[in-house]
Nanobody, 127 residues
Framework: QVQLVESGGGLVQTGGSLRLSCAASGRTFGNYAMGWFRRAPAKEREFVASVSASGGSTDYADSVKGRFTVSRDNAKNTMSLQMSSLNPEDTAVYYC????????????????????WGQGTQVTVSS
């Protein structure tokens, strides 16, 4: 059973950058499509970015396109989210998610498509 652990959250000023990481245990990481989601206070969880099992395909929410970059290293069982030009609207708990047995080049936006979730890491952007 793969377990996911996020890290890298923290407090940053508007315009700043942060890099989130998601470390996965298990030996089949390369078969998992991965995604980042976030939940802001009093809001629903929303899709942020996803990367296919192979790493060859990525997808972003419009709100983060051009500012965030998702990547993965299948040799190290990790996925990252590089966030730049952060603003207070990016304040949220960020979660990584994994979908088992994914086609190599398919990405997923729907939370229900994912089987596994991390515990989340808090990102706070001050104005």
């Amino acid at each position: 059973q793969v377990q996911l652990v996020e890290s890298g959250g923290g407090l940053v000023q508007t315009g700043g950058s942060l890099r989130l990481s998601c470390a996965a245990s298990g030996r089949t990481f390369g078969n998992y499509a991965m995604g980042w989601f976030r939940r802001a206070p009093a809001k629903e969880r929303e899709f942020v970015a996803s990367v296919s099992a192979s790493g060859g395909s990525t997808d972003y929410a419009d709100s983060v396109k051009g500012r965030f970059t998702v990547s993965r290293d299948n040799a190290k069982n990790t996925m990252s989210l590089q966030m730049s030009s952060l603003n207070p609207e990016d304040t949220a708990v960020y979660y990584c998610a994994a979908r088992r047995n994914s086609l190599q080049r398919v990405t997923y936006r729907a939370g229900v498509a994912y089987d596994l979730w991390g515990q989340g890491t808090q990102v706070t952007v001050s104005s």
